[in-house]
Antibody, heavy 120, light 113 residues
């Protein structure tokens, strides 16, 4: 069955970087894009961007363009998201999600979430 | 950016009764080329990731109980739970995927009365 398993919780200081991984199983990794969505406490879901797991092309939320990088390792069926220059407002649960069908933006499988806490 | 506005923020419904959640987009999410509304609904139970309920406004995801139904077109959409069950206690989000940046509503919390 399809599974997305994310890395564990992280605590970071302001200005640091965090890397969250998302290991996929149960399907052909390169056939489906992976999106990243975050949820700050009490806030609505926020889409961060996506990576084409086949060719590695990415598209990011403009507000995060300068601080985020999404990559994938096809040999490990793993997508990763790095966020740099962390601020307190980056404290959130970060989710990876797989598209339902190649080429669309509907997400049918999600990772369990990774809590990132930014605190001095 | 397309702003998604949900209402109410929360509602309490008796078991077996109907729950209705509304979502309004700041611009139409109906694509003229295929006559599809780029609108999905997700359910998020406490401590869990979101779960896809419906997409293209009214297409129910496989495995989702038929008491969940989505409707609407253009800028106005509704998620209806026809007979609320205890396991439906959750926050529900509408989501537009018509254009980037993809955006979500603020969520509607559904509780048991």
């Amino acid at each position: 069955q399809v599974q997305l398993v994310q890395s564990g919780a992280e605590v970071k200081k302001p200005g640091a970087s965090v890397n969250v991984s998302c290991k996929a199983s149960g399907y052909t990794f390169t056939s489906y894009a992976i999106h990243w969505v975050r949820q700050a406490p009490g806030q609505r879901l926020e889409w961060m961007g996506w990576i084409n797991a086949g060719n590695g092309k990415t598209k990011y939320l403009q507000d995060l363009q300068d601080r985020v990088t999404m990559t994938r390792d096809t040999s490990a069926s793993t997508a990763s998201m790095e966020l740099r220059s962390l601020r307190s407002e980056d404290s959130a649960v970060y989710y990876c999600a797989r598209v339902r069908v190649t080429g669309d933006f509907i997400w049918d499988y999600w990772g369990q979430g990774t809590l990132v806490t930014v605190s001095s | 950016d397309i702003v998604m506005t949900q209402f109410p923020d929360s509602l309490a419904v008796s078991l077996g009764e109907r729950a209705t959640i509304n979502c309004k987009s700041s611009q139409s999410v109906l694509h003229n080329s295929n006559n599809k509304n780029y609108l999905a609904w997700y359910q998020q139970r406490p401590g869990q990731p979101p779960k896809l309920l419906t997409y293209w406004s009214s297409t129910r995801e496989s495995g989702v109980p038929d008491r969940f139904s989505g409707s609407g077109s253009g800028t106005d959409f509704t998620l209806t739970i026809s007979s609320l069950q205890a396991e439906d206690v959750a926050v529900y989000y509408c989501h537009q995927y018509y254009t980037s940046p993809l955006t979500f509503g603020g969520g509607t919390k559904v509780e048991i009365k």
